[in-house]
């Protein structure tokens, strides 16, 4: 079925816009996993945003600042909280439960702006001047290139970061030769101060020691110290090489009289591991940046786009996909495509690829975890201090990794829950009293993990542990490294040992957890008002018992002889299965509470669906119908990320209808960037950023999984092709999905049939499913297996 879609198609690997970005949310994105690029395509004036994903705020000194507690903790203040829950008392719960509360996570800051005036014939250009502007992003070789005419001179500019140099490189060029002149400025919103070369320019820049969340009214929210919490430094660095003249001055570099001019730049900090004081001066990290500026300085151009794109590609080809869509479309401006996305699949191609290239430009091995906005901030004071949000959002950004043939971009993630899980053990120990480790749901580079000041509702939520280490189990899952997963035993045995004994014996012999909430939302209690502390949270549960579940699975495979499993199998026992309320819907708490916000954001008491496999549309219906009456209860309108989760929940049901009736909504453009947790402004900016609203990346990696779970599942050990794909998607090809155990699936359809590509990593019998027809398959390591089915 090779006529299936045909390959010279790039509407669903390019944005393009007629016109530069007018707003950050319409720059587009660049980055390798460190150094972060938001490209304006200004013509005359210009703009590069730029971002090191090492640039937090604070130390761990000012973590040890903030960590004091507002009132008792510890094993008696647990149980009073239990006895006032006991006797029903929630509002005496509720106000006990914040006595655990301390300080705030520290934010994720911009680093600055490389800002360039640009002259071409002697003269700058205004809008008018200018003919033939194009400007897109190339999703197949991360770069971002605009072109434009002014007068007889074309002018070309090409920007990207590499991750094997460690650079942004841009390149511009015209037709005319000695037509160019360039200002190329750096700025900060930091605390900054030039550094000049006889050759190139800097930026020293000092963090803040500390930066309160948007939410929190303090005094100083942005506060700078030289003392023992002193916020890290950092520096920016940037040569040029060029045929015209360059000259380095305070202000940055001029470059005259060129036809071709290249600029370099890096970005370093002090930044040394969560538990290390950045100690390295601004003056350490220039000469840190400026040596991977020299080094690529050095080599030709034409070799570093060489060296760039093989990379990028090497990760970026493993998959890919392809809807057939109205032709008459795929050469509009992509934000003109989002206002007619209706008839349009190939923009949830362009969604999908997009999202898997995000990653790519955010989470590269040995770096931190991608954040609520990947590696890209422009503000200081960002919307919840763009930090790791680890009740749902952390997780959601890397669903796609595994599915999606990203297992190296999973890699940061993995590695921080190593780190989160060593800074955990004190606070489950000195909060509770209890053994292992826990977070809460805020966290950052520093590995916070204590509940921070605000509602209960979100801060007292001790299991961020258990959810995390499911990535963990994930990677093994789908890669099948058993000397990966025993490194893992000692994380996830660690999550295990704290919920052990975070669980309560309950009046019916059950074990529950006490105090619970159910993240961010609230249930109205018996007297009319709003609540959130009760016991057993069905997302507790449902977390703690697949991570039990998890560990008696892992401790088998591996031969382990640990007297905690024969612990947490006899406990597992006695963890209930999540119930069936009065309006058939699943319940979100124990006992069948109404909501307070019957339509609300997060759909915590799902977990098990997706992206847990406890309930499946074969092996538990009543259960699934019961998530199926939870999803039709709670309504599509929601915020950005929530249409996403949605979307992967509906794929687990096989509701192809519903599946993609999301995915439409959430390629609705963007009407606001406030902070809005009704969702009235979700749906995609110019950009595709995800708009909560404000930006938040989640979404984009959650939509990105959402559409291979349409595509592709394997959570119930079968492998099932094409599951809630919609009869609005006729024509396709998918490839380089992957399924647990490590096989590799391309799947091309059309409606005479689909023609499937199994490629496994290692020999194994498998079951292929395709509506109601399943095939035994005996699949050879590394050998393509072909199925066709009608």
Request: glycine share 10%.
């Amino acid at each position: 079925m090779s006529d299936l879609v045909g390959s010279d198609r790039t509407d669903a690997t390019w944005l393009y816009y007629d016109r530069p970005a007018g707003t950050w949310l319409e720059a587009l994105p660049l980055g390798n996993g460190r150094i972060g690029a938001m490209c304006f395509g200004g013509v005359g004036a210009d703009r590069i945003g730029l971002n090191d994903e090492t640039c937090w705020s604070g130390s761990p000194e000012t973590a040890r600042l903030l960590s004091e507690p507002l009132g008792a903790v510890g094993p008696d203040a647990v149980q009073a909280v239990r006895a006032a829950l006991a006797s029903g008392d929630v509002r005496r719960a509720h106000e006990l439960a914040g006595g655990f509360h301390s300080g705030y996570s520290q934010a994720y800051l911009p680093l600055g702006d490389l800002l360039l005036d640009v002259a071409v014939d002697g003269s700058t250009p205004a809008a008018g001047d200018v003919a033939k502007y194009r400007r897109r992003l190339d999703l197949d070789t991360a770069r971002a290139v605009v072109e434009y005419e002014v007068g007889d001179v074309a002018v070309r500019q090409d920007v990207f970061v590499s991750a094997p140099a460690g650079v942004l490189v841009l390149r511009m060029t015209a037709s005319k030769s000695a037509a160019l002149s360039v200002t190329a400025r750096l700025a900060s919103q930091l605390r900054s101060r030039p550094w000049v070369t006889a050759a190139g320019a800097g930026l020293l820049l000092q963090a803040p020691a500390s930066v309160a969340p948007p939410h929190r009214d303090v005094p100083k929210p942005i506060r700078y110290s030289d003392g023992a919490d002193r916020g890290m430094s950092a520096a920016i660095a940037l040569r040029a090489r060029t045929d015209g003249e360059v000259t380095a001055n305070e202000t940055g570099l001029t470059i005259r009289g060129a036809g071709e001019l290249i600029l370099i730049l890096s970005t370093a900090t002090g930044y040394d591991g969560p538990s290390t004081p950045p100690t390295r001066t601004a003056e350490e990290c220039w000469t840190a940046a400026d040596e991977k500026v020299l080094a690529a300085l050095g080599r030709e151009y034409e070799e570093l786009v060489a060296e760039h794109t093989a990379d990028h590609q090497g990760l970026f080809r493993r998959s890919s996909l392809e809807l057939a869509g109205p032709p008459e479309l795929a050469d509009l401006p992509t934000d003109v495509r989002l206002t007619r996305h209706g008839d349009d699949p190939a923009l949830a191609a362009l969604l999908f690829n997009y999202g898997r290239y995000l990653m790519i430009a955010s989470s590269r091995p040995g770096g931190l975890p991608t954040n609520l906005q990947g590696i890209w901030n422009d503000i200081l004071r960002p919307p919840w201090s763009s930090n790791y949000t680890v009740n749902i959002n952390t997780e959601m950004n890397y669903w796609p990794a595994e599915t999606t043939s990203l297992p190296e971009c999973h890699q940061p993630l993995l590695d921080y829950v190593v780190q989160l899980a060593e800074a955990g053990r004190s606070t489950a120990r000195e909060r509770y009293g209890c053994g292992g480790w826990t977070a809460h749901h805020n966290a950052d580079a520093w590995c916070w993990t204590l509940p921070v000041e605000g509602d209960p509702r979100w801060s007292n939520w001790p299991m961020a542990g258990a959810w995390l280490v499911r990535h963990l189990w994930d990677h093994y899952a789908f890669g099948g490294d058993l000397e990966f997963l025993g490194r893992a035993w000692p994380v996830l045995r660690g999550a295990a040992e704290f919920c052990l004994d975070w669980l309560v014996e309950l009046p019916d012999g059950s074990l529950g957890t006490s105090p619970s909430t159910s993240p961010e939302n609230d249930y109205l209690a018996d007297d009319g008002r709003p609540a959130s502390v009760t016991v057993s949270s069905t997302m507790d549960l449902s977390l703690i018992a697949d991570l039990f579940d998890r560990c008696v699975q892992t401790a088998g495979l591996l031969r382990l002889t640990d007297p905690l499993v024969q612990h947490l199998v006899l406990a597992r026992k006695r963890i209930p299965d999540p119930a069936v309320g009065s309006r058939g819907q699943l319940q979100e708490w124990a006992a069948d509470l109404p909501e307070e916000d019957p339509h609300h954001r997060h759909m915590s008491h799902l977990v098990g669906l997706h992206p847990g496999d406890a309930i499946t549309a074969d092996g538990t219906p009543a259960l699934a119908a019961a998530a199926t009456r939870t999803l039709d209860l709670r309504g599509d309108q929601a915020t950005g990320w929530s249409l996403a989760w949605k979307i992967n929940l509906r794929a687990r049901l096989r509701d192809a209808a519903a599946a993609h009736r999301l995915v439409r909504a959430f390629l609705t453009p963007a009407d606001d960037t406030s902070t809005d947790y009704v969702g009235s402004g979700a749906g995609v900016y110019p950009n595709l950023f995800c708009a909560h609203p404000p930006f938040q990346i989640d979404g984009n990696f959650g939509a990105t999984a959402g559409i291979a779970e349409m595509l592709l599942q394997s959570h119930t050990g079968e492998i099932q092709v094409l599951p809630a794909r919609p009869d609005d998607w006729p024509v396709g090809r998918v490839t380089g999905l992957r399924a647990r155990g490590g096989v590799t699936v391309d799947i091309a359809w059309n409606p005479d049939g689909v023609d499937v590509v199994l490629t496994a990593d290692r020999d194994q019998e498998r079951f292929v499913r395709y509506g109601d027809e399943r095939i035994a398959v005996r699949l050879g390591a590394r050998t393509a297996h072909r199925l066709s089915v009608s």
